[in-house]
């Protein structure tokens, strides 16, 4: 497993103590932490790619397993519903991906993919939460034929249209851009 080297935040040296599992890397020294993220999922799945981005992004070493949602034991230890992604770091697992990436936010704070300013995290956070809630999960309900050799039923295929259309166009309201902390609004037209 690839691993980088780096002093956790807020670990200053003699400072072991504080640890949340002490003493949890063996034979290393005491000041540092060898942060190792296992990135657990599969390719296909967008909440993957989300993490996965979030982590090539930063410019995090990761290692990847394959994991096609599993239902075993040691899979639900990790993340309780058996959904990926899930991580596992050195301190232990974590599923979510949204809660994933403000982890990797806040271990690894020297790339930041978020803004400084707080209204435009949260701008960024409603984007991110619209995205998910009223695109994803709705599109959601047409993957099984669009991506798995199933079939939906027509209704729920017009149903989705109905309410996608709707939701793609609130979403053009939310369009922002971020630069240096900084969020630009752009009113969207009729
Ligand atoms: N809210 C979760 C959603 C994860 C999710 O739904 N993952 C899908 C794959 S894209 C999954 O594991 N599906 C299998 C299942 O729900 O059992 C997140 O953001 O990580």
Not at 45 to 54: F, G
Request: include cysteine; aromatic fraction near 8%; charged fraction near 25%.
């Amino acid at each position: 497993m690839l691993g980088r080297e780096r002093t956790l935040p807020g670990l200053a040296a003699g400072r072991e103590a504080s640890r949340p599992h002490s003493g949890y890397i063996s034979g290393l020294p005491e000041t540092k932490d060898v942060v190792m993220i296992k990135l657990v999922g599969f390719a296909v799945s967008n909440y993957y790619n989300k993490v996965k981005l979030a982590l090539l992004e930063k410019g995090v070493e990761f290692t990847e397993e394959l994991n096609w949602a599993s239902k075993d034991e040691a899979t639900l230890a990790c993340s309780p519903l058996g959904k990926v992604p899930f991580v596992v770091t050195d301190q232990g697992p974590l599923c979510e991906s949204q809660v994933i990436l403000e982890y990797l936010e806040e271990a690894f704070p020297e790339k930041p993919l978020m803004p400084r300013d707080p209204y435009a995290r949260a701008k960024l956070r409603e984007l991110v939460t619209f995205m998910e809630m009223h695109l994803e999960l709705v599109a959601r309900r047409l993957y099984a034929q669009a991506f798995f050799g199933g079939t939906v039923a027509p209704e729920v295929i017009e149903s989705v249209r109905k309410e996608l259309t709707r939701n793609i166009a609130a979403f053009g309201r939310l369009f922002v851009a971020l630069r240096d902390g900084t969020v630009v609004c752009f009113a969207s037209s009729p």
